[in-house]
């Protein structure tokens, strides 16, 4: 999982040009109509809009795939679970195995969904920087608090991450092997008490530091959102096929022929 | 663990996000800025716990660490995990739509965990921090499983199994959790007490 999630902030594409708050707006929008879609068809639809969307980003896809591949891992044995497990009548059975295939439709719409949000999100935060992302959620009206204290913790992880590093090769190199014990549980809780420490007493530093040259708790920047008519036509555009997604959704053409599949 | 999106119907992403604008609503009240580093060192090492792996038999899990997070902030370790959850999302690891559940979901256990922490003044013990660490560690998460199971029981008959599942998981990793959580609990006491939540001033005079 790259934590860099901006890293390719800087390709210019016409999603990157796109202004950063009607961007995230609009498409949250069709993060939420994807979430509530219960039609194969329809979610599949959503996929092709959400790779269109990623493609026009021009976001390297080794990147993309390199981000979305860990909620595939993680949905990965529902493809197993459901269809063994799904209440009722089973299709067929595999060495006794009960499988049906109203489960196995399950887990493609729910691996399909994951996926087409994941993708959404990475077309979101990817293509623009992370500071001036936070800024435009600041302008959108989310606490200042919040917004701070995000863009604070963004900092922190990477600070922290290689912290942890370096302290976990300083456990190494003293002979430490993780194994499944006790002992391995007792290090572990007093690493991550050391880690809580160090980063406390850093942060305290930093804190102290932006507190001289005169920090208040706000933010100023130079940065200026300049909302175009092209970047509302993008909105609209992504807002409208949402809608029509979620309306022939629930007008159910394929609720009905999904039903006559099996 | 997370839930991840496209899983859990409507209402629940509704009730996840009304649940979490309510957890946040009561514990962000007279947030002070000076407040802030605190609170994003433990939304950042929360974050960076997950990536701590701990082998086990044949595979390897994560560490989620809320109910630790919920010692050290106390009734602010809501907010904390809330953002830990944004960020998340923002990462691609998680969901978008199910930021509210998750939030729920791993919010609640650490203020629950804060809870049982907090009775450790109530008896004395020798080594009541690890005791009521480990506790308020596995509490916390058992918390968190809970709702995980019932939201994938509310979303549909079909997820009757998986929800059994996930509970099962969530008692076996309440061991681990409980286990890490009181050593490290039991470290602070020691190394820096004043980071723990709740900790009572030694009397003076």
């Not at chain 1, 195995?97 to 990475?122: D, H, N």
């Not at chain 1, 919040?146 to 976990?168: G, H, K, S």
């Not at chain 1, 100023?220 to 029509?244: C, M, Q, R, S, Y």
């Not at chain 2, 106390?74 to 199910?98: D, W």
Request: charged letters at 15%.
């Amino acid at each position: 999982m790259p934590l860099d999630i901006d890293r390719h902030a800087h390709v210019a594409s016409s999603v990157q040009r796109w202004d950063p708050r009607i961007k995230l707006v609009a498409l949250m929008v069709f993060i939420f109509a994807t979430a509530l879609l219960k039609t194969l068809p329809m979610v599949l639809a959503a996929f092709i809009i959400a790779a269109v969307v990623l493609l026009l980003s021009r976001i390297p896809l080794g990147f993309v795939a390199n981000t979305v591949k860990w909620i595939v891992l993680f949905l990965l044995p529902f493809f197993i679970i459901l269809p063994v497990t799904y209440p009722g009548s089973a299709t067929f059975h595999f060495l006794g195995i009960p499988f049906a295939m109203e489960g196995l439709r399950l887990a493609l719409l729910v691996v399909v969904k994951s996926l087409v949000i994941v993708m959404t999100a990475v077309a979101i935060f990817g293509s623009v920087r992370f500071d001036i992302a936070m800024i435009a959620l600041q302008r959108l009206k989310c606490p200042s608090i919040i917004v701070q204290m995000l863009l604070f913790t963004y900092r922190y992880i990477f600070l922290f991450m290689a912290e942890m590093e370096r302290m976990d090769i300083a456990m190494k190199a003293r002979g430490f092997i993780k194994g499944p014990n006790l002992y391995t549980l007792k290090v572990m809780g007093e690493f991550v008490g050391t880690l809580l420490i160090r980063s406390f007493e850093r942060t305290e530093r930093i804190y102290k530091a932006m507190l001289s040259k005169g920090y208040q708790g706000e933010l100023h920047t130079l940065v200026e959102f300049n909302a175009g008519p092209k970047d509302f036509v993008k909105a609209v555009l992504v807002i409208a096929l949402a809608v029509a997604l979620l309306s022939i959704d629930l007008a159910g053409p394929f609720q009905i022929a999904e039903q006559s599949w099996y | 663990m997370h839930i991840a999106d496209g899983i859990v119907s409507g209402p629940v992403i509704g009730a996840g996000f009304a649940g979490m604008a309510l957890l946040a609503a009561a514990t962000m009240r007279n947030i002070e800025m000076d407040e802030i580093p605190k609170l994003s060192v433990a939304t950042a090492v929360f974050f960076v716990a997950s990536f701590i792996h701990i082998p086990f038999v044949v595979a390897s899990i994560h560490l989620i660490l809320n109910g630790l997070v919920g010692m050290i902030l106390g009734k602010r370790a809501f907010v904390a995990i809330m953002l830990g959850v944004v960020l998340q999302s923002f990462f691609g690891f998680g969901g978008v739509t199910v930021i509210g559940i998750n939030s729920v979901m791993m919010g609640g256990g650490a203020l629950l965990a804060y809870g049982v922490w907090q009775l450790r003044h109530y008896v004395s013990i020798p080594k009541k921090e690890v005791v009521f660490g480990a506790l308020a560690g596995a509490l916390g998460i058992f918390f968190s499983g809970c709702i995980f199971a019932l939201a994938l029981v509310s979303t549909g008959d079909a997820f009757l199994a998986s929800a059994k599942l996930v509970l099962q998981y969530h008692l076996f990793l309440m061991v681990l959790e409980g286990a890490v959580t009181g050593a490290c609990a039991g470290f602070l006491a020691k190394a820096k007490p004043d980071l723990l939540a709740g900790q009572r001033k030694p009397q003076t005079s």
